[in-house]
């Protein structure tokens, strides 16, 4: 049954929030553009009047608590079109602006129910994105940790790989016809972050994934030496004492970063393969399966090829059977000399 009192209670909650609405109105002038025509927002006139009058922030504050509420059931669709409305009813605020931007392209896109609406969302968050002065930042992020598999775990073979070499196309795609060069992943976020401020770390990490990229995909790592400097640049700065009580935090942190360069130094020295199977990773096993796929003299081309099978053999049990397959596929064939060409990692 109805509640006598469910009326008054409404009626005294509608004059608390419109009394709540006249300074939340004024805290939020000072982002306010002039308030636009209703027509411009495809609204009726009622609505219109709403987004374009003196309603405007309790408007707002109501969308994002219904917006909190979504988010916690997991209506991503009804939720995308809340932000929207927010960002229509402060089309010049930037903060909006960019915050609908990063929530599209690393929240929303993760909840996707497809791969080709996960892209129509991010796309559209990089659009909002590219559009603020403080956006150049964040795509770079995006492109390094979003525009496929996370870089730590990144895999180049199976469904997974080939999944992400779908979504780095279309990055790539959108970021040549925003910036006017079509660059892959690493390259994209390493050209969006040089000049940046506050970035040297990004940077750093950027670099190191794209040399290891560069060496499994063409053999040799042009970018290697940049990489060792910029790792020694950031190891020196957790050294630097007036970290204070971070000092030895700092210290650990500059060992592993000194640790990746000497890695990176063997890799921009073209290392040959005795030092390179000693570091047993998958980075090196990659590199070792398409620089023996490349590979001139057939002996040579075997060594290299077996010796990435024994890297993948020992790293974890079957779970980079889609590599060791290749892999194999790959040394039948160059002792062979015949049949079809394997596929070679970022085929």
Known sequence: MTSRREPAIAALISIVLLGAAIPLRASLSGHA?????????????????????????????????????????????????????????YPKNASAREYLGWHLAFNLKHDAPNPDVAWAWAREGLDYLAASEKGRATIARWFFSQAGQRPENLRYAGPTWRAERALRSRASDWYQKRYGTRLGRFEAALALVEGE?????LRATVLVHLTYEEWIRDGEARHGAAAVRALEERAKTHEDPKLGAMLRFGRKIAEELRTEGAIMKLIAAGTELPALVKLESYDVALALWGIGARENDSAR???????????????????????????RLWLSYRKSGTGARPPLPFD
């Open 197 to 201: 401020r506050g970035l040297a770390d």
């Open 301 to 327: 081309a075997v060594a290299r090829l077996e010796a990435a099978a024994t890297i993948l053999e020992s790293l974890e049990d079957g779970y980079y059977d889609d590599e060791l397959q290749n892999v």
């Open 33 to 89: 553009p002039a308030p636009p025509e209703s027509s411009a927002l495809g609204l009726g006139r009622l609505g219109g009047g709403v987004m374009t009058g003196a309603f405007r922030p309790l408007l707002l504050t109501y969308l994002w608590i219904r917006a909190d509420g979504l988010l916690l059931r997991g209506r991503q669709d009804e939720l995308l079109t809340v932000y929207r409305t927010i960002h229509d009813l």
